[in-house]
């Protein structure tokens, strides 16, 4: 045989090969950088409500601290800070409405008497009642 005689045959074109590494490696990336940021997120979250000052917590010391034996400044104490316990429910806003109305004569006047038991009966109960 003759090398001429030998059949060639063409070399093939070059395939192309589909990567898709270079998507995975931006959605991990991404995915990454998400998840990163959330727990970012949450921990400024956390620290930021560690922080906070309860105000419900803190009035609700002030009203339980409140000292009767001066009446007329114990009346606009508990008028004050109960305030912020009446919008808990129907009958938180009932009590306090009772509460004030009886504490009207401390109030008002230049020389007051002392707390009567039933009005102090009655700031007893609406403490007990507060939830904090």
Do not use: C
Not at 34 to 47: D, N
Not at 57 to 69: Q, R
Not at 103 to 120: G, N, P, R
Request: hydrophobic share 35%; charged share 30%.
């Amino acid at each position: 045989m003759n090398p001429d005689d030998i059949e060639i045959r063409d070399i093939k074109p070059l395939l192309e090969i589909h990567d898709h590494s270079i998507y995975l490696f931006f959605a991990l990336v991404a995915l990454s950088l998400i998840i990163i940021f959330g727990v970012m997120y949450l921990l400024f979250k956390w620290y930021k409500n560690k922080k906070r000052i309860n105000i419900r917590k803190n009035t609700y010391n002030k009203l339980v601290h409140v000292t009767l034996s001066e009446p007329k400044k114990a009346a606009y104490e508990i008028t004050k800070y109960g305030y912020l316990f009446k919008s808990d429910s129907q009958r938180n806003s009932d009590m306090y409405h009772n509460l004030v109305d009886r504490l009207e004569k401390y109030k008002y006047k230049k020389d007051v008497e002392s707390i009567d038991e039933e009005t102090k009966s009655y700031f007893e109960l609406y403490k007990g009642m507060i939830d904090v």
